[in-house]
């Protein structure tokens, strides 16, 4: 039994208030108001405190099996633990590609008792190769919450038959919107900013083509949600497509609303990764689409990466930053804190959107029956990010920068899962 006292309960559905939170068999048990701590409960004092419902994050990748010198599953829930990410799904391109159910339940196997709760996309196709249909059935039977070819975009002409497939099955199909016709060997966003580098851009249009051929393909076929969506074409189809009722869902990441292609000042591939950063009039849209109900939720797409890969420079290094321990302070300083969105919206965009979109219907609130995760954060004090990260790789284009928002603690399950300090 756990009672978080004196916090500030920030709830996505009844908003905010002060109170304690009493957490009791896994569950939140009371919310709200002031709770008299029952016999040899323990007691986390919240004062001057954010209490949010613990993260869900619908894109990150753990590198097992493959690259584990960058990142295990262990090191990733230890890392989502100390950025309040109580819940992260993993992304299947991995080495070799999740497409089939015995790898899918050994890897579950190992992820379980970690410091955060790791669920599995598979393969929408088969070794992520976009030539026929993975085993999606089976895939489900063995646990897999999402199907998804992150990395590569999914192929259109499979697109309206693993839709339909998705759907059937009940679990959500995630497209990486990139026509790779159109990227070519671009590395940064083709602009000023390739032009100042020397080096050969991405288009935005290499985005925006797969974009609106997923939107008209969930129109006809049911429901999509596109990843790491970066431009402001791409918020205004989604926009668009919502207003005229089409079954889809957006995410963005927090490099996409906190940097430009201008913050790329020398050949440092802490700052490449796809898509790539855009222009500050696409940030400033991002931010729209954040404020104003587009864009559906903030995930991370945790990419790590061992240095000496990232030192190879902007045009050899492979693309993808971390992202999951610079979440939440970048969420606060960045949104919050500026008034982008409020924190009852940070709440939604950070917990209970992504939960939906995942079927987790016990999670994403701060209320009596839903599980025990909580993320608490300090909105006082301003820390540097540090060089050095919980995670196996520290490719973060953020180090230095000053945040508030810190996560002080992490709830998984009503037992605490990280301390600050
Ligand atoms: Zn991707």
């Not at 971390?322 to 969420?331: F, N, S």
């Not at 300083?333 to 987790?360: C, D, F, I, M, Y």
Request: aromatic letters at 4%; hydrophobic letters at 45%; charged letters at 20%.
């Amino acid at each position: 039994m756990l009672l978080i006292k004196n916090g500030l309960l920030i709830d996505p559905v009844s908003g905010e208030r002060p109170g304690d939170l009493l957490l009791a068999g896994g569950r939140i048990r009371l919310a709200g108001g002031r709770i008299k701590a029952p016999p040899s409960c323990e007691v986390l004092d919240a004062s001057g405190l954010w209490v949010f419902p613990g993260f869900v994050d619908a894109h990150v990748h753990a590198r097992e099996p493959g690259a584990e010198g960058a990142e295990t599953l262990e090191s990733a829930a230890r890392a989502a633990a100390a950025g309040g990410v109580t819940t992260a799904l993993l992304m299947p391109n991995t080495a070799p590609p999740l497409d089939s159910p015995s790898l899918l339940r050994r890897l579950r196997r190992r992820a379980k008792n970690l410091p955060a709760s790791l669920l599995f996309s598979a393969a929408a196709t088969r070794g992520r190769a976009g030539g026929a249909a993975a085993p999606l059935a089976a895939l489900k039977r063995a646990g897999a919450r999402a199907f998804t070819d992150d990395g590569s975009c999914l192929p259109r002409l499979l697109l309206p038959g693993l839709i339909r497939k998705a759907a059937s099955l009940g679990l959500p199909l995630l497209d990486h919107p990139e026509d790779f016709r159109l990227t070519g060997d671009g590395v940064v966003n083709a602009g000023p900013a390739a032009r100042r580098l020397g080096l050969p851009g991405i288009p935005p249009m290499a985005e925006l083509r797969a974009v609106i051929s997923g939107l008209l393909a969930a129109a006809d076929n049911g429901p999509l949600h596109l990843q790491h969506l970066s431009l402001a074409s791409s918020v205004a189809a989604l926009r668009a497509a919502k207003a005229s009722g089409w079954p889809v869902t957006g995410e963005t990441c927090p490099h996409y609303f906190t940097l430009s292609d201008a913050d790329i000042v020398a050949d440092d591939a802490d700052f490449k990764m796809k898509p790539p950063l855009r222009s500050e009039a696409d940030r400033r849209a991002v931010l729209r689409g954040l404020a104003d109900g587009t864009i559906d939720m903030i995930a991370t797409d945790h990419a790590p990466h061992e240095r000496r890969l990232k030192t190879l420079g902007l045009r050899r290094a492979p693309f993808g930053v971390i992202g999951l321990e610079t979440l939440a302070p970048l969420c606060v300083t960045e949104l919050a804190l500026k008034g982008v969105v409020t924190k009852v919206r940070l709440a939604a965009l950070l917990s209970l959107n992504p939960a939906r979109l995942l079927g987790l219907r016990k999670k994403g609130r701060l209320a009596p029956g839903f599980d025990a995760d909580v993320a608490l954060l300090d909105p006082r004090r301003a820390w540097r990010v540090p060089e050095r990260f919980v995670s196996g790789s520290s490719n973060s284009p953020f180090v230095g920068r000053r945040l508030r928002g810190w996560p002080a603690a992490a709830v998984l399950a009503g037992k605490i899962v990280f301390r600050a300090g």
